[in-house]
Every structure is written in structure tokens, then in C-alpha cells.
């Protein structure tokens, strides 16, 4: 699809990008300590600190991944935004008030609480490097995918714009700066949301008279791109992928239905057609891959219903080992929540463990609200005659231009905000588990306050640098599903030494090692032989995956915890 | 353990019950998701719309049981 960049989009992007750098820059001056550069002194105030969860926690994956996946394929996206919200009740109901309590800087302290062991600040080091890096993949890739619309810029523009602007961030201010920028993307994510949901019900559905017709894109050897037979362009002679998103019929032969309600817009698309796209890749002889995308008339019950995804399709099937993938899918969003290294620090930014709960509570209403908007977002986006049939993820702020281009506009920002707030948070976990937990472990030596915070600032401009080179590298993924991945090896790794460390006595400091070097290592190693990462990294057919199913939480979690209990149970009686 | 925790405890197991029969049901009766109960809209969306309103209405009460003599000092 052929996107032209409009002026006021532009101008709304640098606008945003400008008060998010002015911000930084005003409150650099507030993070010179290692308090105020890793937890901002401990000072926010707890509504601020909640909504900023929602920044954190509403990533590209959240807002584009899952409204492109309902978008594309129905229900099953809001299969995500049950489990990703499911898992803020472990975070409030076990984790919270224990997190500020035992902490300071990083999750790491809150482990090695009761032990001083550089042991445990190594391993937990690691995984939090590992998985902030994983989390991070995805949200880079999403600021490539809104800056080619947006801007006009190539996908690689996108992601060394976002890097560069989140590691000035980073380094400018710390937790300080991250945490109002978290805060200003949490409330206009929100806000926005509902007045895009607003405008969807205002709009309700029309049908489209005209039958689809199906659309091909072939890439030949020489790379260039020949869309419907004809060469990509807008010129005469040449052609580009026309919009889709229609519905074919709505209940008793109606056109239109006019404003409808928030029930209502369920009950009418329950009964109403809507037309779908499936690709099919086939090589020609000549080396040039088309891809033919075809429309396929689907009634509303089955979009509304969960298992017409690809990714889901098991649980409709007879196959055991599917069934499992999708509860191993559930259960790592329930518990992954409470293992993300860059949510867990941001209980040490309020004062105590009061605000910590109360900030959780906020937290846990405005993620609550924005997900249920996703349900009308991505079925209004859907609907909206303006999806990119070869790109998921640019659902939502297609919607947005199908109403007006100032909305696009505000939402691409947003959007391209949103990536801004969950990167630096991330970036910022990175860089404490580096200064505070690693560079201690490997040198022995015991670091100063300025020598910590120097070192969190160089570390967060090479993972700043690293994510840019993956953001590049895996253009092709759906985000959410990059999400799910992060949350099976957070939850494998963390989430054991976690809830034993609050609830059982016996635990040791070579369980808590183990836990989280078997957690990590197996839920990756799992990871890295599923049958989706042979099909979607490394091009091989899927049928020669090492394992069984492509989640690993349903095996590897129960291991972290029985790791961590035997090894305890056997290093207590040692000692 | 603290009272929190005690508290807390509850409330997850409580929600564990409403997200553990959700999954569930998805996994082993998927057909039952298709079913309309209320309003011509089916189970699949009542019961995801009250799973996330739940979680906010348990974090509400769980906030309400642990106000403390710290909060109101």
C-alpha cells in the first residue's frame, strides 16, 4: 500500500517528539543521584505513578498488535487483552506491596533481600536484560510500521528515530523523565482511545455494495514490486493495493444502521457478514513471490467468537498438544505481568507501600478501560474500508484516517508516543540491572553513586543501539505475538523466586539461582525450537520444530518452581 | 504474613477461579463461547467484558480492606 505522508501529521509528530525531549531536558536536573536516576527519588505521587503503569504497560503491541490482530481475524486478539490485564491482579494482589518493600532500584534487590548474594544479583541481571531485550524487538518494530505512513520514511527511518529520541530520554533524566512521559502517553492513549471508540459508534456500519476482488503482490528477482499485475505506483499505468475492510451484509437487508450503542454494536455485527482477507504466498519459476490476498464473505458469529485465528485455530481442533499451546499462551499473560523487570521498578518510584497499592489500583483501571476499547477499535477498524490488506499492525491509525486526518494524525503520534514511553521504561531496566546488579558482580568492585549512574547512561545508549539493529532486523513479525514471547520467559524466570521468596521460609539462595537460570534458559531454548519461530525466523517448515507447541509457560514455569524448591530443599540440607 | 497478604491472597484465588473457567471453557468447550445468553451478544464477550471488569472491582475492594493507620495518618 502506497501511504502519503500529510503535512499535519508531521507537524503533530515533531510536536510530541519536542515536549517529550523538552520534558527530559527539564528534568535532568532532578536525576544526577542513583535515588533519583533509577526511582526519582521515590517521589511520584501515586495517581501520576498509575497512570504511568498504563504507559508502560500499554505498548505498540497493545495498542497496534492487538487492534490489528481483531482487525484481521476477530475475537481472538481480545484473547490478549483478557490475559495481559488478568495479569495486573498477581501484580497487585501478590507483588506489589512486598516489591516496594524489599527493593530499591531493581528487582534484583527485592530477590536478594534476605540473602547479599552476587549470585542471585548476576542471575537476575541476566534475565532482566534478556527479557527487557525480547520486549523490546517488537516495540521497535511498531515504530517502524507508524513512521512509514506517518512521515513517509522506510521502516528503518521509524525504528533509529524512536532509539535515538528514547535513549536522550533515558540518559538525560532517568526515572525522572521516563516516568512523565509514561504518564503524559498512559492519559492521551486513554483519552483518545474512547474518542475514537466514540466516533466508531457514532459512524456504525454501512454495507459496501461492490464485490471484492481478490489482490496479488509479486516481488520479482530484481526486487521491485508489481501490485494487481501492474507496476507499484500512483501514476497512470501503475497501481496500488486498494484499501479493505468492508461489510457485505447487515441484519434484515439493511445499508445502514446509524449511531448505534455500546451493546448494540455487538448484537448488529453478530448478525451481520463481514468480508475477510487469507493470503497464500506460491514462487514462480522465474525466483518472483506473489502474494494473493483473497476476500472471504464471514458471518459476524464467528468473528465474534475466539479460535478463528491461525495462532488460536487449535482449540476448535482435536489436537491435545494445541490445546495446550493456547492454556500455556493464558497462563504466561496471567503470570508474566508480575515478572516484567520494567513494571516492577516502578514500584520504587512512589513513597511507600500504601502508594505502591494505590498506584496499582489506578493502574489496573485505566489498562482495564483502554482494553475493552480494543474490542471496538480493532472490529471498527475492521469495518472502516481503510485497512492495509498486507499489514496488520497499522490498523488503528488507519481507522483514525478513515474518520479525519487530524485524528490520524493525533493518533499516529500517539502512537509513535506510546512506543517512546514503553522503550524508555524498558531502557531503564536494562540499564539498572547493567549498573546496580551486574558491573558489582563481575568486578567486585563497589561502585559510587555518579560511577552507577555514568554507567546506567552508557548502558542505555548500546541497548538503545541493540534494539535498533533487532527493530530492523525483524521488520516481519506481528508485535503481539513478540509480547507473548517476552511474557513466557519473565514469568519462567521471575515469577518462581518471586512468590516462593514472599510465601515459603525454606528458600535459598542456590534455589533462587537455579529458578531463574532453568526458568530463562528453558522457556528460550523452548522458544527458539517452536514451530513458530522455525516458519517465522528462521524460514524452515514448521513441522520440524523440536517441540511440541510453540509456548513454552505451561512447561517451563511449573519447572522454575520445582527447580527452586528442590534445589533449596538440597542446599538447606548442606548447609 | 500480613493482613495484606492474607487479603490479597483471597481476591487472586477468587479471580484465578473466574480466569481459570474462562480459559477453560475456551480450551475444551469452545462452542459454548458462541452461544448468545444475553442481548443477542455472546458468552465470549460477556464473560471477557467481566473478566476485566472483575479484576477492577476486586482491585477496588482490595484497596478499600487495606486502608491502614499509615494511609490516614
Redesign the interface.
Known sequence: MIYTPSFLAVAIFFLFVGITLGLSFYLGGRAKSSAGYFAAHGQIPWFVNGVAFAGDYLSAASFLGICGMIAFHG?DG??Y??GY??G???A???VA??MKRLGKFTFADALNSRFDSPGIKLAVGLSTLAVSVFYLIPQMVGAGVLVQPLLGLPHWAGVLIVGAVVIIIVVTAGMVSTTWVQFLKGSLLVIFSAVLTVMILQRGFEVDPSTPEAQTVTITPDGSEIINGLPKGKGPGEASLRPVGTVSQLPDGKTRTGPLGL?EF??TL??SEVVLWTSSKTTAKDGSVTTTYSPKQTPG?QI????EHPKFKG??GDQFSE?LN??SL??AL?CGTASLPHILIRYYTVK???AA??S??VG??CI?FF??LT?YMGLGAMTSGAMDVTNSNMAAPLLAKSMSELLFAIISAIAFTTVLGTVSGLILASAGAVAHDLVGCFSGIKLTDHEQVRIAKITSVIVGAIAIVLGILFEKLNVSYLVGWAFSVAASANLPSLVML??WKGVTKQGIIAAVVVGMTSSLGWILLSADTYSAVYGLPAENALVPFSQPGIVTIPLGFATLVVVSLLSRNKQ | ??R??RI??V??FL?LLL?GG??LL???W?ST??S?PF????L??WY??G???A??V???V??FL?R?A??ER
Open positions: 475475537y481480545f484473547l487483552s483478557i490485564l488478568a495486573w491482579v498477581v497487585l494482589f501478590v506491596e512486598p451493546i455487538f448484537s453478530q448478525k458469529s465474534l467468537r475466539p479460535g482449540i476448535r490445546k493456547f492454556l493464558m497462563l496471567f511507600n507501600e500504601a497499592r494505590k496499582t489500583i489496573i483501571g482495564g482494553y475493552v474490542l514472599l510465601f | 504474613m500480613t495484606n497478604s490479597g491472597l481476591l487472586f479471580y480466569y474462562f480459559v475456551n480450551t475444551f469452545p463461547m458462541d448468545t442481548a443477542g451478544v455472546n465470549a464477550i471477557g467484558f473478566l476485566i471488569l479484576a477492577f476486586l482491585a477496588l482490595y484497596g487495606c491502614t499509615e494511609d
